[in-house]
């Protein structure tokens, strides 16, 4: 892990940007610990961390100011990383079905996420070493956001994933439905009722496949870009309650 930059934010957030294996990714912490934090791995979908970086950043906020350290990396394909011609080519796809006004069929949805939790988990898994060799962060570690998929292999998987909260979407391939029954760790879902690029009861049966025993579904109204404040002060009162 390379730090390529260093700056402290208004509300004593210490940010440096940093590459691994040429993969960028952001990490924030309290400006001054006295002892390990707890991490929480911030994921997003795959448009690019300079598009993303403002919503990042609000989260990460959040997430210092309950006294745990935060960090996001790229995607593969998005942002400076190299394109990748696949995915380039699922999203064309997914772009034609979505505008056809018919339904995304299975191949598609399978072609444009499957290739891409392949490949992230475990890059996420690396960086995920490489944050934990730092002096200032410790365990127990969380995983936040999406892409959904993403989360649920790397809940299944990273045995130093306690906890996770999944911001529930469409778009999952039949294959995660399966592993989320495998998925233990306690739960936390925020679901958008009126999301309209959500197939809700997609989204609930979702819900209902997790294994996990302890799992809680946060549903508000409003679209995707709606989350209310209160939401999201639950969800971190979820991460609080189990890595702290």
């Known amino acids: 892990m390379h730090f390529t930059s260093e700056r402290r934010l208004d509300d004593d957030v210490l940010e440096r940007e940093f590459t691994l294996d040429e993969i960028p990714g952001i990490l924030w912490t309290p400006a001054s610990v006295s002892a390990p934090v707890p991490l929480i791995?911030?994921?997003?979908?795959?448009?690019?961390?300079?598009k993303m970086y403002p919503r990042l950043a609000g989260r990460a906020r959040h997430v210092v100011a309950d006294g745990f350290a935060a960090a996001t990396i790229e995607l593969p394909g998005s942002g400076d990383r190299p394109r990748w011609a696949?995915?380039?080519?699922?999203?064309?796809?997914?772009?034609?079905?979505?505008?056809?006004?018919?339904?995304?069929?299975?191949?598609i949805?399978?072609?444009?996420?499957?290739?891409?939790?392949?490949?992230?988990?475990?890059?996420?898994?690396?960086?995920?070493?490489?944050?934990?060799?730092?002096?200032?962060?410790?365990?127990?570690?969380?995983?936040?956001?999406?892409?959904?998929?993403?989360?649920?292999?790397?809940?299944?998987?990273?045995?130093?994933?306690?906890?996770?909260?999944l911001f529930?979407?469409?778009?999952?391939?039949?294959?995660?439905?399966?592993?989320?029954r495998r998925v233990t760790v306690p739960l936390h879902v925020l679901l958008q009722w009126d999301d309209e690029g959500n197939d809700r009861q997609a989204a609930l049966d979702l819900f209902d496949a997790f294994g996990s025993e302890e799992k809680t579904l946060h549903a508000t109204m409003g679209g995707h870009a709606g989350v209310p404040q209160f939401a999201g002060e639950a969800a971190d009162r979820f991460f609080v309650r189990h890595l702290k």
């Not at 791995?41 to 300079?50: C, Q, R, S």
């Not at 696949?86 to 339904?103: C, K, W, Y």
């Open 109 to 165: 949805v399978d072609a444009l996420v499957l290739p891409l939790v392949e490949k992230a988990v475990p890059e996420w898994r690396a960086a995920l070493d490489a944050l934990l060799s730092l002096p200032e962060i410790g365990g127990p570690v969380g995983y936040s956001g999406g892409v959904i998929s993403i989360g649920i292999r790397l809940a299944l998987v990273e045995p130093r994933v306690s906890a996770a909260v």
């Open 86 to 107: 696949a995915i380039e080519q699922a999203r064309a796809d997914l772009r034609r079905a979505m505008q056809a006004g018919g339904p995304v069929d299975d191949e």
């Open 41 to 50: 791995l911030l994921g997003h979908p795959p448009l690019g961390l300079g």
């Open 168 to 180: 529930a979407g469409s778009l999952v391939p039949a294959a995660m439905f399966e592993e989320a």
